[in-house]
């Protein structure tokens, strides 16, 4: 257990839906990040969250959106689903604003499957 | 745009030492060193880091050359469970953690 928690683990919704994947960071770590995972794009990091402040964005899609909550908990919310969205989407916590000094705990991952 | 290259695929004998090279000829002063592994579709799990000093922990060790052009990690005593893909990975300030293709480790019996 790495103390990231994400839920679900799995998911499976149809083309056009909206979902939301849920991740609680490891106690005492102020920043979250989003990444998708899909069979031919390997690990793509879509957004950073740090204390409720969003600080980086990578490729995230428009349909796609995030937030960090006082709790430090996350959302990401993944709108007008296409079967191309269907991957792994990991969340990863750390313990400051920049990846240097804090690396990075990664949860299990949601597995997302668009039909 | 890679900041490092890796052997897309290595094998090694179970109970031997597994090294792994990386180059990352174009590393800055400021800039260190992680690998993380990523074992079949579980989240990636860290494994070390080093800025310019050797490094060695629990699961392995970190050998940066004195350019600092290129690092070898290396897992001591290979077993089964250390099959994985393992992501040599540069990162400074505020970037983010990049993550290429890493190499695919095969531990053989």
């Known amino acids: 257990d790495s103390g990231v928690t994400q839920t679900p683990k799995h998911l499976i919704t149809a083309t056009g839906q909206r979902v939301t994947l849920r991740c609680s960071p490891r106690?005492?770590?102020?920043?979250v990040y989003w990444y998708q995972q899909s069979l031919d794009q390997g690990l793509q990091f879509l957004i950073q969250?740090?204390?409720?402040?969003?600080?980086a964005k990578g490729n995230i899609l428009e349909r796609f959106s995030a937030q960090q909550f006082p709790d430090l908990h996350s959302e990401l919310n993944l709108s007008s689903l296409e079967l191309g969205d269907s991957a792994l989407y990991f969340c990863?916590?750390?313990?400051?604003?920049?990846?240097?000094?804090?690396?990075?705990?990664f949860g299990s991952g949601t597995r997302l499957t668009v039909v | 745009d890679a900041k490092t290259t890796q052997p897309t695929s290595m094998d090694c004998a179970e109970g031997r030492a597994a090294n792994l090279p990386c180059n990352h000829s174009?590393?800055?002063?400021?800039?260190?060193v992680y690998w993380y592994r990523q074992i079949h579709s579980q989240g990636p799990q860290y494994i070390i880091h080093?800025?310019?000093n050797n490094e060695t922990n629990e699961m392995a060790s970190l050998i940066i050359t004195e350019d600092r052009k290129s690092s070898t990690l290396i897992l001591p005593h290979a077993t089964l469970r250390d099959t994985a893909v393992y992501y040599c990975?540069?990162?400074?300030?505020?970037?983010?953690?990049?993550f290429g293709k890493g190499t695919h480790l095969i531990i053989q019996p």
């Open positions: 990863a916590s750390s313990g400051g604003k920049d990846t240097s000094y804090y690396g990075y705990t």
């Open positions: 106690s005492g770590d102020l920043s």
């Open positions: 969250y740090y204390n409720g402040e969003e600080r």
């Open positions: 174009t590393i800055s002063g400021n800039e260190y």
């Open positions: 080093g800025l310019k």
């Open positions: 990975i540069v990162v400074g300030g505020a970037d983010g953690l990049t």
